[in-house]
């Protein structure tokens, strides 16, 4: 099954979610509150974006919103990659694949944050398994 992902984050708020739809027929799939309770009120409301078209409709809120539509590789490799730490490979594609979808998806958007929090602190930088075993994508930075 095709899926296409969008993040979704306030900018007054921070909240951040992640949807997901059905590319076969644009109807939601899957979603996760990675952060936030925003999400509360959409769901009194009757806003919540229950089909691609609904979410593509969201992006005239520019000015409270920012949509991202995100990439659709989540596999290991891509995240070996983006990661660039290359030690342990192994251990680190067994612990990685035993994330769920969603816990990929936040592995990826929780890296930037990590990198820059890494440059400022001066701290180095786990191996891939250690980060990944000890769900350090679900730290603040």
Known sequence: MELTTYKVTFKETADEWIFQ?????GFIYQFTN???TRIASL???????QTA???EEWRKFKG???I?????DYSFEAFWD???LKHNKVK???AFNKLKLVEKIMCFSALPKYEAFLARTGQAKAQVVTWVNQRRFEDEY
């Open 21 to 25: 739809y059905r590319k076969e027929d």
């Open 34 to 36: 990675l952060k936030g």
């Open 43 to 49: 769901l009194a409301k009757n806003q919540f974006p």
């Open 53 to 55: 078209v609904m979410m």
């Open 64 to 66: 409270i919103i920012n």
């Open 68 to 72: 991202e539509l995100m990439l659709e």
């Open 82 to 84: 983006k990661y660039g």
């Open 92 to 94: 680190s594609e067994k």
